[in-house]
């Protein structure tokens, strides 16, 4: 029982990772019909937001401690970090230790402008144009975006630390009953799944109790009528590609703890979240959620020992067998609407 669980919270981590993608994938697909193969790479640039803003506040000058030498008798030179001459030590530590969530306010501006560009001056040209068209061009971007972190930033994954106070880990075994440390689960990997129901409940109650989102999910359903009644869908959509870059980058700044970023980390992410919205059902955003964490927690169960051994390579494959069955047996997905994807 208590091994279950712990997959169970294992596939909950993966799957919020996968249903955060999706849910941005879907935005983009429902409210401007675009296949952005690019949105793993905005997952990439949040978790790098995340190492920018650990390197900006990690930025030091030297002084001269009289009090230390060095192995040659000479004073020996002290790096301090600017933050904490400018706040005190122990404020300027605190400020360095919280760097991951502090980058969220780093991030927000910086992936609504990216996804803002991103759809004026690239993805616009492409509304009226085959979704293989859109997939090319997009799934280019990817790779272009991927060579310039690259470049900035080396090959090697680079490790970001959570704040020292969820750096724990939590003893579920003891709370349900179980022998202590029978299902011991990471502090930070409870707070990103609290952060991504957050930002997806978010997400949700802002397309329906908001008049701008109320006009949106309406665009959604019917785009030419909404623009007879004199509204603006243009930009409103514009607006929701920029709120769906967010939520991508912000998935990706919380999960660098997690998963030390890479270049070529949105590119792992986006194929399993493409393969995550078609299992929901193109266009529906419940059913993007819905998929991402059944099928990370089919994942995390096909990762057992146990069942490797009786069907070796099952947990590389198991989302995309999964996939297949939905498809062959209910072909718009989970929850997706008729019409979608069928011409």
Known sequence: MDAILLQILNGLDKGSAYALIALGLTLIFGTLGVVNFAHGALFMIGAFCAVT????????????DETKTDFLGNPAKVKTAYVESWFGPETGAAIIDWSVPLAILFAIPVMLFIGYVMERGLIKHFYKRPHA??????????????????YFYGANPIPTGAPDVFKGSFDFGVMLGFDPNAIIYPYWRLVYFAFSALIIGGVFAFLQFTTFGMVVRAGMADRETVGLLGINIDRRFTIMFGVAAAVAGLAGVMYAPINSPNYHM???????????????????????????????????????????SIIP????????????????????????RKGVMED
Not at 53 to 64: G, Y
Not at 133 to 150: C, M, N, P, R, S
Not at 287 to 302: I, K, M, N, Q, T
């Open 266 to 308: 949105g590119m792992d992410f986006l194929v399993l979240s493409f393969v995550v919205v078609v299992v929901g059902g193109m266009g529906s955003l419940p059913g993007a959620v819905l998929a991402g964490f059944l099928l990370g927690v089919l994942e995390s169960f096909a990762s057992m020992n146990e069942v490797k």
């Open 133 to 150: 068209d859109q997939i090319l061009v997009t799934f280019g971007l990817a790779i272009v975006l991927q060579e310039v972190v690259k």
């Open 313 to 336: 390579g099952i947990d590389q494959i198991i989302i995309y067998v999964v996939a297949i069955i939905i498809l062959l047996t209910r072909p718009r997905g989970l929850m997706g």
């Open 53 to 64: 803003v650990q390197r900006i506040l990690n930025l030091s000058f030297e002084t001269i």
